[in-house]
């Protein structure tokens, strides 16, 4: 029987701060960020995100945010391009629609955790994931919600990953 292929699995990280959270973080929330991320998932020879217009694809560092911070190999994955498509249709209809979008709560870093472990069984790294949870435990981070809470993050550049085989 002949192994199945595989195919690589990268996590793009960007630091949306462009590493402002950095230096500013111990003054205003006193306690050190390393940035504020965004994350995409690269496989199949595209790059794929969550963002306020839904979930969206390019090719790899093909979004505004040109070529990433750093890059984490998540492993490699057995599923083919077509199922990896019919995955992210049936996320685009539930979980990642581009309303569902919350800055803390449902995130492009939401999006890639679940695509990750859905690809390799493996979750994107915690301090990626633990971001918001940080923030909101300062004064700052609590007093400055309600005005997070309505931001909407989509990095321009990429394309709405559409429904495969032109379904409607």
């Keep these: 029987m002949e192994p199945p292929n595989l195919y690589p699995v ?4 960007y630091d949306l701060s462009k590493g402002l959270a950095r230096r500013l973080s ?4 006193g306690k050190q960020l390393e940035g504020i991320w965004h994350t995409s998932i690269v496989v199949h020879k595209d790059e794929f995100y969550f963002g306020a217009e839904g979930i969206s694809s390019c090719p790899p560092g093909g979004t505004m ?9 998540v492993g490699s994955t057995e599923v083919t391009e077509e199922i990896f498509l019919e995955y992210l249709s049936s996320l685009r209809e539930s979980l990642f629609r581009g309303e569902t979008y919350h ?4 995130n492009c870093n939401t999006f890639t955790n679940e695509v990750a472990q859905f690809l390799t069984g493996q979750k994107i790294p915690s301090y990626i994931t633990d971001l918001p949870s940080e923030i909101l435990s300062t ?12 931001i909407h993050m989509q990095p321009l550049g990429g394309s709405a990953v559409d429904r495969p085989n032109g379904q409607s």
């Excluded at 990268?10 to 990280?13: D, H, I, T, W």
């Excluded at 800055?103 to 449902?106: C, R, T």
């Excluded at 981070?141 to 997070?148: E, I, M, N, V």
């Design 10 to 13: 990268k996590l793009y990280v």
């Design 103 to 106: 800055v803390f709560e449902n």
């Design 26 to 29: 111990p003054m205003m929330l």
């Design 139 to 150: 004064p700052l981070g609590q007093a400055l919600r309600p005005y997070l809470d309505k």
């Design 65 to 73: 945010l040109g070529p990433p911070d750093s890059v984490v190999d």
